[in-house]
Nanobody, 124 residues
Framework: QVQLVESGGGSVQAGGSLRLSCAAS????????LGWFRQAPGKEREGVAA????????YYADSVKGRFTISQDNAKNTVYLQMNSLKPEDTAMYYC?????????????????WGQGTQVTVSS
C-alpha cells in the first residue's frame, strides 16, 4: 500500500520560503518516480518538480527552476520541496505523487498514487 502524506503548506508573503514535506511509504516497488504537482483554482494540474528514484535525476518546471529544490531523506522516507523566492503565482494546492513514469516526468496521468495535498498561498 502506497501512502503519501503532505505537510508544510501555509501562507507567506512574496519573496518568502516554505518547505513542503511528503511522508512516503510503500512506493519503492510500485514506482520509478516521485513528483510534486500543483493545481490552482480553474487551472490544470501541473508538474513542478520530480526525481527518478533509480538515478536521483531531478527535473523542474521552467517556472520554478532556480527557486524550488526537490530532495529526499531516505532515512525518514520523506520527500521535500524547498520553495524559495515565492511569487503570488505559486499559490496553489500542492500534491506529492508517485508512479511508473516516462520522460518527461510531468504527465500527471502517469502517476498512480497521490497525497491529499497541502495549500500554499503567497500574498503580494
Amino acid at each position: 500500500q502506497v501512502q503519501l502524506v503532505e505537510s508544510g503548506g501555509g501562507s507567506v508573503q512574496a519573496g518568502g520560503s516554505l518547505r513542503l514535506s511528503c511522508a512516503a511509504s510503500g512506493y519503492t516497488s510500485r514506482s520509478n518516480c516521485l513528483g510534486w504537482f500543483r493545481q490552482a483554482p480553474g487551472k490544470e494540474r501541473e508538474g513542478v518538480a520530480a526525481f527518478y528514484t533509480a538515478t536521483d535525476s531531478t527535473y523542474y518546471a521552467d517556472s520554478v527552476k532556480g527557486r524550488f529544490t526537490i530532495s529526499q531523506d531516505n532515512a525518514k522516507n520523506t520527500v521535500y520541496l524547498q520553495m524559495n523566492s515565492l511569487k503570488p503565482e505559486d499559490t496553489a494546492m500542492y500534491y506529492c505523487a508517485a508512479g511508473w513514469v516516462g520522460y518527461p516526468p510531468f504527465k500527471h496521468h502517469e502517476y498512480n498514487y497521490w497525497g491529499q495535498g497541502t495549500q500554499v498561498t503567497v500574498s503580494s
